[in-house]
């Protein structure tokens, strides 16, 4: 009895201890396999209902219209695809709900075996679709934003021969097959139809079709197929009209939350809560910019947007297209990393700054056609770059010291630079003896004020204002405060070389400061005012929607309190000064604000795209005074010095020469 076991187990070499523990070995790997054979199954079984069950709901009024079968093709493909849907379902695992699913898909095959309506048969058919999906989860959709760019590729290389170029269904396949192509161009037919079960027939076919399964590619090329294929019905000057609503209707977003929602919502499931119109120009917009539903407040889906164009950017300049390359680069700013740059420069100035100037850098690369080697290289740095991102930005690193020091930092930077514009008008005013018209100034900041909580509401509750126009506010705000302080300093810094300043206050300054000055002051204190609560609004609603509203309310109350011992302390000094001296010295802070704000003005401009950039290496980056390492930006505020310059030298000129006059 034991001669047999122990020539088997000579003969195979090894002691019998090992052999018994190979086979437990692969005892444990065949039950793994035997359990994981059911969990794929019943993932098959899923898919292939639901692909089923969409198929149906959407192709049925083909196969039967009030109560008569026009025809018997489909309609004997619709009464096997309900014997397929009933036999799929029994076999799944056993669940509460799976009793329910079972006794709807045989009330499906009743309904279609008695020619029921297009209606009730769709009707019931997403019923079961969605209530399986809810009992068997599946993947809906992929974390990554698809590549549309590679979806037009796809399609033309897979699919155009049968669905045609335009997706019409006419390519120059589509007259040799038994059952026609269908036409993505049927509007009708693709509001019933959701990315989602156009991923499904891609991922595995329709039998009984031409339609084969596209299995064999990568799933992102799937979605980037299915994207593609949903935009057909729904033609671009639609997707402009979508983008504005999508922006301004919180009720719209609030229908399509996520990428999750984007794929299984058909649109119109989508009409049923906006509107036809409404919902067909929404996913026009929103399956060309997926992205658009991704900038989430946390910074991780806004951070995916970033890294996915930044590889199509790379990808398109590998090919050879820089201009592509360079707008998806610019978009990879605009639409992923502008809008948690509030976020993140609350917590991490450095690592804001650390990116804002490298991802300029990689754009000039492209202008001037670097290696690809180099381009590859800017674009894994920014990668690493966004993973120090993602730890900064995760729940676990917020605090609510951080949100405090965050609030109290920005607001104390930003006002400062406003109050020592709006307290040297006001000083201004009072040494002339002209308080009647410090109503233009205070209703000036006032108005900003007012303006800048109406702001809030807009970025926090309405709209989600876009890094273009957010950079584009900034930018030409700060360019036109520039110019007008460059006047402004310019002026005073001639009234301080003259010398009778009683006799100009009496006899001039009551002519000089009419309504239309008066205006002036207030244009002045409304655009330096509006622009430093701009960008401070910006920081604040992002502190905001990461749940530290005490902490930043505690640190904006408590930077308030040291601006007003701020602004007291300045009015007050101002007051002892000589007139003149008090001029002098406006002048010069007017002059070095100017430098400051049109250096801020145009790095703004050129990430928004408007302006390009050209790195200077040995130029350090300081953006609170306004120094950032561009030729552009530098050669902004050596212009402006010049015109300092030119203008104090023709004061001084102008003074010297009247000087002889008036001894006279």
């Not at 098959?44 to 008569?68: E, F, K, M, P, R």
């Not at 076999?91 to 499906?108: A, I, Q, V």
């Not at 935009?231 to 719209?252: H, M, N, R, Y």
């Not at 809008?339 to 990689?362: N, V």
Request: proline share 4%.
């Amino acid at each position: 009895m034991t001669y047999p076991k122990k020539c088997a187990a000579a003969a195979s070499g090894y002691p019998r201890g090992e052999v018994l523990r190979l086979l437990a070995m692969l005892s444990a790997l065949l039950a793994a396999l035997l359990i994981a054979l059911p969990a794929s199954a019943a993932t098959d079984d899923v898919q292939t209902s639901w692909q089923l069950l969409d198929y149906i709901a959407v192709d049925y009024s083909g196969a039967v219209t009030n109560g008569a079968v026009v025809s018997q093709t489909e309609f004997a493909e619709m009464n096997e695809f309900a014997d397929t849907i009933s036999e799929r379902l029994a076999s799944l695992p056993s669940k509460p709900e799976r009793g329910r699913l079972l006794t709807d898909s045989k009330r499906l095959k009743s309904l279609i075996a008695a020619k029921g309506t297009a209606e009730d048969v769709a009707s019931l058919a997403h019923r079961i679709a969605a209530n399986l999906l809810k009992a068997y989860p599946i993947a809906l959709a992929s974390k990554s934003p698809p590549d549309l760019a590679r979806g037009n590729t796809l399609f033309a290389q897979n699919c155009a021969s049968c669905h045609g170029v335009s997706g019409n269904g006419k390519g120059p396949n589509a007259a040799k097959l038994a059952t026609p192509p269908v036409a993505f161009t049927d509007r009708e037919r693709a509001r019933q139809r959701s990315l989602f079960a156009l991923q499904q027939v891609i991922s595995n076919g329709i039998d009984g079709t031409a339609m084969q399964s596209f299995s064999s590619l990568p799933v992102g090329d799937r979605w980037n197929l299915a994207f593609k294929a949903g935009t057909f019905a729904f033609p671009e000057e639609l997707a402009e009209q979508g983008e504005a609503i999508w922006k301004s209707d919180p009720a719209v977003r609030k229908q399509i939350p996520d990428l999750e929602a984007l794929v299984d919502k058909t649109p119109e499931a989508l009409a049923d809560a906006i509107g036809p119109a409404k919902a067909d120009a929404v996913m026009a917009y929103l399956r060309r910019h997926p992205e658009a539903v991704m900038a989430t407040t946390n910074g991780v889906a806004s951070l995916e947007v970033v890294r996915s164009k930044l590889e199509q950017s790379v990808n398109a300049y590998r090919s050879g297209d820089r201009s592509a390359a360079k707008k998806l680069a610019l978009a990879a700013y605009l639409d992923g990393f502008e809008p948690i740059e509030p976020a993140l420069g609350a917590r991490d100035a450095t690592l804001l700054s650390h990116i804002e100037r490298s991802m300029g850098e990689y754009r000039a690369s492209i202008d001037q056609g670097a290696p690809v080697e180099t381009i590859a290289t800017q674009a894994a740095i920014l990668n690493t770059l966004f993973d120090d991102v993602e730890r900064v930005l995760s729940p676990d690193a917020t605090s609510g010291t951080a949100s405090f020091i965050g609030a109290f930092t920005v607001l104390l930077r930003e006002g400062v630079e406003a109050l020592l514009i709006v307290v040297a008008m006001i000083a201004f005013l009072g040494k002339a003896e002209r308080r009647d018209a410090l109503r233009y100034v205070h209703g000036g900041w006032a108005g900003a004020l007012i303006a800048g909580g109406a702001t809030w509401v807009v970025a926090t509750y309405a709209i989600g204002i876009s890094g273009a126009s957010r950079e584009l506010t900034e930018g030409f705000g700060s360019i036109l405060a520039a110019v007008i302080l460059l006047s402004v300093g310019i002026w005073m810094h001639g009234k301080a070389q003259a010398g009778q300043w009683q006799r100009y206050i009496q006899e001039k300054l009551s002519k000089a400061l009419d309504r239309k000055s008066g205006w002036f002051l207030f244009g002045l204190a409304f655009v330096v005012v509006y622009r430093e609560v701009f960008e401070t609004i910006l920081f604040y609603a992002a502190l905001w929607a990461q749940g530290s509203g005490a902490a930043m309310l505690a640190g904006a109350g408590t930077a308030a309190l040291l601006l007003g011992a701020i602004a007291w302390a300045m009015l007050r000094y101002s007051r002892k000064l000589p007139i003149a001296t008090f001029f002098r010295y406006s002048s010069w802070l007017m002059a070095v604000l100017t430098i400051v704000l049109v250096g801020k003005g145009i790095a703004a401009l050129q990430e928004a795209g408007l302006i390009d950039i050209a790195p200077l290496s040995n130029v350090p980056r300081v953006s609170a005074i306004g120094l950032f390492p561009t030729v552009q930006s530098t050669a902004a505020q050596f212009i402006m010095l010049l015109a300092i310059i030119v203008g104090f030298s023709l004061n001084r000129f102008r003074s010297q020469r009247e000087a002889p006059n008036a001894k006279g």
